[in-house]
């Protein structure tokens, strides 16, 4: 059986489908995933709306041969944008072990429509949708460029993300060698033009810090912070890390206060108990 280290080095953002229709079968087990829950720390439920891509007039100009979209709709309210964050990509993994792609879209479609047909309320944002489907044989030539030019097989090395004790000091080569694979599986987190922009301080063996550096330009009312969300996606990953290997992680809003550099924000923490 695949690790999650598997999964999450296996998936790709997938532009380019199959043309065809997500099977009923498939269908049918996404919709019982969806329908019973997708949860995350925060407690903030995330709504998920399936919608057929021809029925509903949807496209983007980025995306060749989908049939189907999901749409996520989250309460504006403090924290939203990572639990968005963290609940989507619970369901981008589940998608990717049934052979079925996606790709985080906030930006190339459009919106408004979307919104309408998602059944947008007041008070509610949509961050992201994704297209569902089996990716086809060949890239288009348009992802093959989109991906070159975001360098979407690339990350930062776990010095440049992971730091101990403060933002002053990175993790040591021991220390990255004895959780390499809990590394690996943040490092390779899907992030919007793959910013990658997390930053983890260990405290001790068991807690955790995480923090957001920010960029400008990531921020709008229609879709929250969007790096907010890229956090939320590596927290995910960090926690369903820890729940494969037999430990429960408890996640908590507590800023220690430690200095940080600037441009660099307080999300959450991880405690491993």
């Not at 999650?4 to 790709?12: Q, S």
């Not at 399936?50 to 504006?76: C, F, R």
């Not at 507590?254 to 924000?265: A, C, L, R, T, Y």
Request: charged content about 25%.
């Amino acid at each position: 059986m695949a690790t999650l280290k598997d999964i999450v080095k296996d998936r790709r953002s997938v532009r380019t489908f199959d043309g065809n229709q997500i099977s009923p079968e498939d269908r049918a087990k996404l919709e019982e995933y969806i329908n019973a829950g997708i949860s995350n720390p925060f407690g903030i439920p995330v709504e998920f709306v399936l919608l057929d891509a021809e029925a509903h007039g949807l496209s983007s100009q980025v995306i060749v041969g989908e049939k189907l979209y999901v749409a996520g709709k989250v309460a504006k309210v403090p924290y939203a944008d990572v639990a968005f964050g963290y609940s989507f990509e619970r369901l981008v993994l589940r998608a990717w072990t049934m052979g079925i792609g996606t790709t985080w879209i906030g930006g190339t479609m459009k919106r408004e429509h979307f919104e309408k047909e998602a059944g947008l309320k007041d008070g509610e944002m949509m961050p992201c949708v994704s297209p569902l489907g089996y990716p086809a044989k060949k890239k288009s030539i348009r992802e093959a460029m989109m991906r070159k030019g975001v360098g979407a097989d690339n990350r930062m090395p776990a010095e440049k993300l992971f730091f101990d004790g403060s933002f002053d000091t990175p993790l040591s080569g021991k220390m990255q060698q004895e959780i390499a694979d809990l590394i690996e599986v943040v490092r390779w987190a899907p992030s919007a033009v793959n910013k990658q922009p997390w930053r983890i301080v260990r405290a001790t063996d068991s807690l955790y810090h995480f923090y957001e550096k920010k960029d400008r330009g990531y921020v709008s009312e229609a879709t929250g912070d969007l790096q907010k969300i890229d956090v939320g996606i590596a927290l995910c990953h960090f926690v369903m890390y820890l729940e494969e290997q037999g430990k429960k992680a408890e996640v908590l809003v507590s800023d220690p206060g430690i200095h940080i550099p600037d441009g660099v924000e307080y999300i959450a923490s991880v405690q491993v108990v």
